[in-house]
């Protein structure tokens, strides 16, 4: 099976320009999530989709951050203007259905590394 | 809230030895944990978790961890690493099935030859 997958790997943009990172879940997962590492922390949550709906975006900027998922599948999260705290490390994963015994575990891709100068 | 913390930033240990990290959590009650790798430049990846049930947990290749709750802990094991093991690793908590993960801020993993 496939797994989750990411585009672009890398990104270097100078601050205050836009940018957007593209994620594809595993095939039939209905949730999809959005996390940001900074260097020498833990993932950060940011935004959590069931289906096409948002969960929980507690944690996302959204004077400058955006996210959606339409027709529930792919996911696009897009930072504009760009600020120099967010270099970063941008994760998505998905799972199955929280609801599921099992469905809760999530599971990851491998990043787009955005360095911003 | 909940929270998670992982005492030791970096951890060294020769190839062969035994491991262990170690993960303290907050929460009230019983909650979900979980310990994720990441390997350089990788995704995060589930070795185990932990709902219920018995609290000695095994996960994917050779680690296991065991849940006290009296100690507010969820520390992982392995008896005998490999150079493979080096990378960080990431223990996470979360409340309850619908509810979002905390993560630690990580271990990394040091292995000598």
């Known amino acids: 099976e496939a797994g989750v997958a990411q585009s672009p790997r890398y990104k270097i943009i100078e601050k205050r320009q836009s940018v957007a990172f593209w994620c594809n879940p595993i095939?039939?997962?209905?949730?999809l999530y959005w996390y940001q590492q900074i260097l020498g922390q833990g993932p950060k949550l940011l935004i959590q989709f069931q289906n096409n709906g948002v969960v929980d975006d507690s944690q996302l900027p959204k004077d400058r951050f955006s996210a959606e998922r339409l027709k529930g599948v792919d996911s696009t999260l897009k930072i504009q203007p760009a600020k120099l705290e967010d270099s970063a490390v941008y994760l998505c994963?998905?799972?199955?259905?929280?609801?599921?015994?099992?469905?809760?575990?999530?599971?990851f891709g491998p990043g787009t590394r955005l360095l911003v100068l | 809230a909940q929270s998670v913390t992982q005492p030791d930033i970096h951890i060294t240990v020769s190839e062969g030895a035994s491991l262990e990290l170690r993960c303290n959590y907050s929460y009230g009650a019983t909650p979900y944990l979980f310990w994720y790798v990441q390997s350089p430049g990788q995704g995060l990846q589930l070795l185990l978790k932990?709902?219920?049930?018995?609290?000695l947990v095994q996960g994917i290749k050779g680690f296991e961890a065991e849940f006290k709750r009296s100690q507010s802990s969820f520390n992982l094991r392995k008896p005998s690493v490999h150079w493979s093991d080096a990378a960080e690793y990431f223990c996470a908590v979360g409340r309850n099935r619908d509810d979002k993960i905390i993560f630690g801020k990580g271990t990394r993993l040091h292995i000598l030859p």
């Open positions: 095939s039939g997962h209905a949730t």
């Open positions: 994963a998905s799972s199955l259905d929280r609801e599921l015994a099992g469905g809760e575990t999530q599971y």
């Open positions: 932990y709902f219920s049930g018995d609290t």
